[in-house]
């Protein structure tokens, strides 16, 4: 069973770091392209960044430079190092498998970050 | 970006009866190697977000065949022949045709 796990999240500080993690199970998360989503409060969907299979990596607009997508192998983890944090990165964060090219298929049930002072 | 603009934004609905939710994308959604990725997603409350119809109109393993997608270029629609009660939820298209993937603002279906 395809299981997506999140954790690392909870609060941090305007201009600050923090870092998330998605554990996978059921599934060898390097053979896939992984995607991070989020969602502020009561808002919709905003996609934030991919990792493919061949370790390639893209971001959205609104956090380019800001935060970094990587992976460990071993530990069949996906992380996302967000720095420079912002008051309007506060968002439920997902993680999510592309399980054929264009399609993203299992998600995880999210982790809150909230970025205050 | 391409803009993924859903209607209605909100859906009231009788159990039983039928629902359509409408999704159209700021550019054609045809991708270089021909296809056209064009998703729905289910969010009920406390569960994961949960795939529905990818690729336009590909119901994905698990969804009852009262979903079904159609459409083609920039103008797509999730019908639900038999509306239930555990549909209740909201429902999003999203485009993975490029980037960045963008999805519509949400649609939230309820029973009247």
């Known amino acids: 069973e395809v299981q997506l796990l999140e954790s690392g999240g909870a609060l941090g500080q305007p201009g600050g770091s923090l870092r998330l993690s998605c554990t996978a199970s059921g599934f060898t998360l390097s053979a896939y392209a992984m995607n991070w989503v989020r969602q502020a409060p009561g808002k919709g969907l905003e996609w934030v960044s991919v990792i493919n299979d061949d370790g390639g990596v893209a971001y959205g607009g609104s956090v380019k430079g800001r935060f970094t997508v990587s992976r460990d192998i071993s530990k069949n983890t996906l992380f996302l190092q967000m720095n420079s944090l912002r008051d309007e990165d506060t968002a439920v964060y997902y993680c999510a498998r592309e399980g054929v090219p264009g399609t993203i298929d299992y998600w995880g049930q999210g982790n809150l970050v909230t970025v205050s002072s | 970006d391409i803009v993924m603009t859903q209607t209605p934004l909100s859906s009231p609905v009788t159990l039983g009866q039928p629902a359509s939710i409408s999704c159209r994308s700021s550019?054609?959604?045809?991708?270089?190697?021909?296809?056209?990725?064009l998703s729905w997603l289910q969010q009920r409350p406390g569960q994961p977000l949960r795939l529905l119809v990818y690729k336009i109109s590909n119901r994905f393993s698990g969804v009852p065949d009262r979903f079904s997608g159609s459409g083609a270029g920039t103008d797509f629609t999730l019908r639900i022949s038999r509306v239930e009660a555990e549909d209740v939820g909201v429902y999003y298209c999203m485009q993975a045709s490029q980037f960045p993937y963008t999805f519509g603002q949400g649609t939230k279906l309820e029973i009247k």
């Open positions: 550019q054609s959604l045809v991708h270089r190697d021909g296809n056209t990725y």
